[in-house]
């Protein structure tokens, strides 16, 4: 893949510690936009970590994030979301006490209704982009097959459908890139054929796409790029069929599993 | 009859102050999830506002008046209503602003001694609070309009039921919009509601406000019933008065927290009734704090009670599903979708 | 000169008497993981059942001793009936509860003994004079009391199994019980300790104050949270070192500033401290003692 165009966003050097511990020690990689990008690696090599850092969960102790030629380094974790960067947990974070309808209308931008007057006057701009949004998460609804849940509160759903819930308030937020930890986990496979369509789909509409999996067999195929982490850095990436055959790769996903899995 | 009509009245006006109260603990607690253990505060601010807005301005020249405050406004009680809601809010603003950064425990601990303190800058600040004294007689509001003192009583129920469903309109339409969709979401998972976008420390800080301003309310209208006001008033207890009350009614449900504030009202005058037990009734003769005491052994079990047996109170926070939103058929969206 | 050694003193005493209590609130928080709101009245309770043994002709220590002891017996009543069905549902119905559990057990004393203040059987000893300055002699025994139970925790934590497997299940609930810790058994004791602890510090209390009324624990407990929070709640050489903080800077302000703002003095400190430093002044950074994020029931 030539990189001509400049990446969607670009990581250098990003460093993390937990008490004594390195979670991300050299996280360097670029995302070229709107394509797909895997992030793999063995257990606790840092992924989450990074996503983490990424989107303004934890603040960096080093390192740059550059997202769309704007600096996001260390900014507040709804800043990051506003600028077009939203991401999903590992595991799912569903408010449990609101329904699948209000968990996904709530992710919805730009709701003036969310400032207190507005919201108990009412007013026109208020109740316009409610319907905008309530037209936004219907679609989504179907989008993800959960429209016979909708009026169901969040933490009655199975682990799958939380999964794609998490999916689903990620796009209300009309990202334009996607950070998806783990979105196959758990999701039953008939779906998960259909969600790869999805995100193939969303990919098409222009949405750059950062996916962290461990379902190989399902990631690779779909990707364009893969980023391959261990033990806190990046070990390679590429387009996959080279990241697959590099000898440091492999050696990393046998040594982790006696290491540290 | 006339008896038991004015205990009726002043029964259920003290029903709707505690309702103001429980709606605003309910805008910080049911809503966005923040336990606020001093509350009174924000009760205290706005009683004592009211008393000095309405107070005349030298009353020192009345031989009664015990108080030793300088003077107050003498304006007119709807000025003692804002004045009140506004240094309520502006109370929970320095309130929130202080600790609403720190979570759970913390947050609970920090809002309780902030009322310690404010009660001891109450009772020592003599030149405004009047001290252990307070500021009495505060001139009853409204007094005019009636002849008898037993048609005050409805004339006041009246101006406290209006003033209960302006706050219930108030706290129901905050909660049903977008606002209070994302403060329901913070207090569900604050992280969530960060990376989607919302920017929680200022919606916390909203909804702190909000119950500020309904306590401050409440004080407001706590004073024109009582028609004084001392610190002694404005102990922890009445925080965890409040407490019960959302917590029995509801916690989440406006509707709810009325009710918990009408069951809270009923076992703090039910326990008047004790006085009829002859057993009590001889006890209490030698031991006068025997009764009030006994009140909050009740209250303090039942607080245990609620929480064991009945976390989400009589009337349960109702879910908001898709019926809610406006049929998308009447004005077509005017932005466009994706 | 005087003024400065007594109130050096009285600093001294106060802040072992707010130790002892915050040692004991916070070695309970360690494992059970809620901030006990209760805690004040198993002070009055030793303090009132101290009194009330001397009343009946005991003598103070054995009056001491058998207070602590039935303290202790109504704390673990407590937890077993309140605290321990509640465990698994997070912090707050916990806090909620203890809220309860300090209004009945306070307004119980006051249904037995009347709100009035009641004279505690402090031993009256006059001062030391030494060279011309007098030494406040109750004070100092209370701080050298405070001072052997602080030497009596440190050695229960460090150097016995029980203390070790404590401090385990402080730092790591689920790690101590996957690692085979029986945690139920962890928690009574470490009820009994910190109850012990408790009725120690009611007895130094009552002591220290000379009147007791039924809620001198509940107004207490700000200058115990304060003291906590200073040293990081869950960590008692924290919270020790956060008492004498604490005391000495009541002692100082009341006697070169205003009585007044005691507490608005601890209220500033606890406020300062979470806003700095999340985890305490002693404490790790600001590590998982004060969970700062999703305030959920
Ligand atoms: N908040 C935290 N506090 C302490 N340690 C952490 C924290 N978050 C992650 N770690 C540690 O950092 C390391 C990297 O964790 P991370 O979750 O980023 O790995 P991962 O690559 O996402 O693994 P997995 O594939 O299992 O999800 C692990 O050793 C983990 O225990
Ligand atoms: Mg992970």
């Known amino acids: 893949m030539t990189e001509t165009n400049p990446p969607m966003l670009a990581v250098a050097g990003l460093r993390k510690a937990f008490g004594g511990l390195a979670a991300v020690s050299d996280a360097t990689f670029d995302v070229p936009r709107g394509r797909i990008t895997g992030l793999i690696g063995p257990n606790g090599a840092g992924k989450t970590t990074t996503f983490d850092l990424i989107s303004g969960r934890h603040r960096p102790d080093g390192g740059r994030v550059r997202f769309a030629d704007a600096d996001l380094t260390g900014l507040a974790s709804h800043l990051v979301a506003r600028a077009g960067l939203v991401r999903t947990f590992q595991i799912p974070r569903a408010f449990p006490r609101l329904t699948v309808w209000e968990n996904l209308l709530f992710a919805g931008a730009d709701q003036p209704g969310e400032s207190f007057w507005h919201g108990v006057i009412g007013t026109r701009a208020a109740r316009a982009r409610e319907r905008a949004l309530a037209d936004e998460a219907g679609d989504v609804l179907s989008f993800l097959d959960l429209e016979h849940v909708a009026d169901l509160p969040a933490g009655g759903l199975s682990g799958g459908q939380r999964k794609l819930l998490e999916l689903g308030r990620a796009l209300m937020c009309r990202p334009r890139m996607l950070l998806l930890d783990e979105p196959f986990a758990g999701v039953a496979p008939a779906l998960i054929r259909h969600l790869v369509e999805h995100l193939v789909e969303l990919r098409d509409q222009g949405i750059t796409l950062l996916i962290i999996e461990h379902d190989l067999g399902t990631l690779v195929p779909l990707v364009d790029r893969l980023v391959v982490m261990h033990l806190g850095s990046v070990l390679a990436s590429g387009e996959p069929a080279r990241v697959r055959d590099d000898p440091r790769v492999l050696e990393a996903y046998l040594g982790g599993i006696g290491g540290r899995g | ?338 | 000169m005087d003024v400065l050694f007594q109130t050096l003193v009285y600093g001294f005493a106060t802040g072992g008497v707010i130790a002892v209590a915050a040692v004991g609130l916070t070695l309970s928080f360690g494992v059970t993981g809620f901030i006990n709101f209760g805690y004040g009245e198993l002070l009055t309770v030793a303090a009132y059942t101290t009194y009330v043994l001397t009343e009946a002709g005991l003598g103070l220590l054995p009056a001491a001793a058998a207070g602590t002891a039935i303290t202790s017996a109504v704390a673990v009543g407590v937890a077993r009936t309140c605290y321990q069905p509640l465990a698994s549902r997070g912090p707050l119905p916990l806090l909620i509860t203890s809220i309860g559990v300090a209004f009945v057990l306070q307004n119980l004393v006051r249904i037995g003994f009347g709100g009035e203040p009641r004279g505690f059987p402090a031993p009256t000893w006059t001062p030391w004079q030494l060279g011309g300055v007098f030494i406040p002699k109750l004070q100092t025994v209370i701080f050298l009391v405070a001072g052997v139970c602080m030497l009596g925790v440190h050695l229960l934590l460090r150097h016995t199994l029980l203390g070790r497997t404590m401090r385990a299940a402080a730092s790591n609930e689920d790690l101590a019980r996957l690692s085979g810790l029986d945690t139920r058994r962890i928690v009574l004791v470490t009820w009994v300790a910190s109850s012990l602890i408790a009725g120690l510090g009611g007895v130094l209390l009552g002591a220290s104050q000379g009147d007791i009324t039924p809620s001198v624990g509940f107004e207490f407990l700000l200058l115990v949270f304060a003291a906590a929070l200073l040293g990081g709640i869950g960590q008692p050489y924290g919270a020790m070192l956060g008492a004498l903080l604490i005391g000495l800077g009541v002692e100082f302000g009341a006697a070169y500033v205003s009585a007044n703002y005691n507490y608005a003095l601890a209220f500033g400190v606890i406020v300062l401290v979470l806003l700095a430093r999340p985890g305490g002044l002693f404490g790790r950074g600001g590590g998982n003692a004060v969970p700062s994020e999703g305030g959920t029931p």
């Open chain 2, 1 to 338: 009859m006339i008896g038991w009509l004015a205990f009726a009245a002043f029964f259920l006006t003290n029903v709707g102050i505690y309702g103001i109260l429980a709606l605003g603990l309910n805008a910080q607690y049911g809503l966005a999830g923040l336990a606020n253990f001093g509350y009174v505060a924000l009760f205290a601010a706005g009683a004592f506002t009211a008393a000095l807005v309405l107070v005349p301005p030298s009353p020192a020249a009345s031989p009664e008046t015990a108080t030793a405050v300088a003077g107050g406004l003498g304006l007119p009680f709807p000025v003692a209503l804002a004045g009140a809601a506004a240094v309520g809010g502006l109370f929970a603003l320095v309130m929130g602003a202080v600790s609403l950064r720190l979570g759970g425990h913390s947050l609970a601990i920090v809002t309780f001694a902030f009322a310690q303190i404010f009660g001891a800058f109450l009772a020592g600040e003599d030149w405004l609070t009047g001290g252990q004294f307070g500021i009495s007689p505060v001139p009853q509001p409204l007094r005019g309009l009636v002849g008898s003192a037993v048609d005050y009583l409805f004339l006041y129920l009246g101006v406290t039921l209006v003033i209960v469903a302006g706050c219930f309109w108030l706290a129901e339409r905050a909660a049903g919009s977008p606002f209070g969709r994302v403060l329901r979401g913070i207090r569900e998972d604050e992280t969530a509601a960060r990376s989607l976008g919302k920017n929680t420390g200022s919606f916390k800080l909203s909804a702190f406000v909000l119950g500020g301003v309904l306590a401050g309310l409440a004080g407001a209208m706590w004073v024109g019933s009582i028609g004084s006001v001392h610190v002694g008033q404005f102990v922890p207890i009445v925080t965890f008065n409040v407490w019960l009350a959302v917590l029995l009614g509801g916690i989440g449900n406006n509707r709810g927290v009325l009710l918990g504030a009408f069951l809270l009202i009923c076992i703090r005058e039910g326990t008047r009734f004790l006085e009829g037990i002859p057993f009590l009734a001889a006890a209490s003769a030698g031991n006068p704090s025997l009764l009030p005491s006994l009140r909050y052994v009740i209250i303090g079990l039942a607080l245990i009670l609620v929480v064991r047996f009945a976390p989400r109170g009589v009337i349960p926070e109702r879910l908001r599903g898709r019926g809610q939103a406006a049929p998308p058929e009447q004005i077509p969206a005017t932005e466009e979708r994706r």
